[in-house]
């Protein structure tokens, strides 16, 4: 794992993660971070594995008449197919829209991407290209880094490998009418992103 700055400070989270010692009157233990961060990605790649190996993949490999598709929010009622389901990948951005808009969630957290399809997802800064780059260059590891947003917060980010799971992934994006000649051809468990969190800290 690269640690573009190492923390030791406690996160700053409406969570109950402070801990006291078993004679109640040692100082606060809590949990840091990093490892907070850890065990929200483990939720977060759960459910979009879960969703994308038995509803999306199999969905493709059937006659359904429900399908997932890119562009199932664009139907009307005069035109498009309504029986389409959100790719992974969308339902992913759409649980982090949720919680990046909710000011009790205590983080926030993006899948970025250095080949995205959508150009919203592209890196937007030096450290985060940086950080892409590692992972493409180290896929078994994962990057660290204390960042300043734009209010002058101070966060703790982690970068996680973003795999490609199930087959409905990478044959999306090898397929794709909006890939360049240089586009990569990916396979399973390639890296085709990043996962992002980002955890506000003191200090």
């Given at each position: 794992m690269l640690q573009s700055n190492s923390l030791t400070l406690l996160v700053v989270l409406p969570?109950?993660?402070l801990l006291t010692g078993c004679g109640g009157g040692s100082a606060p233990t809590g949990i840091t971070p990093e490892k907070f961060a850890d065990g929200v990605h483990a939720v977060m790649m759960a459910d979009r594995t879960v969703y994308?190996?038995?509803v999306v993949?199999?969905?493709k490999g059937q006659s359904a008449p429900v399908k997932p598709d890119e562009y199932w929010d664009k139907w009307t009622e005069d035109s498009g197919d309504p029986h389409m389901l959100p790719l992974p990948a969308q339902m992913f951005r759409m649980g982090a829209s949720l919680v990046n808009e909710n000011p009790d969630a205590g983080f926030k957290y993006s899948l970025k991407s250095l080949w995205p399809l959508n150009p919203e997802h592209k890196p937007v800064s030096e450290e985060e290209t940086k950080a892409l780059e590692y992972l493409s260059e180290h896929p078994g590891e994962t990057y660290t880094a204390?960042?300043?947003d734009a209010d002058g917060n101070k966060l703790f980010t982690k970068y996680y490998p973003d795999r490609a799971?199930?087959?409905a992934c990478w044959?999306?994006?090898n397929e794709h009418e909006r890939r360049g000649d240089d586009y990569p051809e990916f396979a399973k468990d390639d890296v085709m992103g990043a996962v992002v969190i980002y955890v506000p800290v003191s200090g």
């Open positions: 969570l109950p993660v994308a190996t038995h993949t199999r969905l204390e960042v300043t799971v199930a087959a044959e999306c994006h």
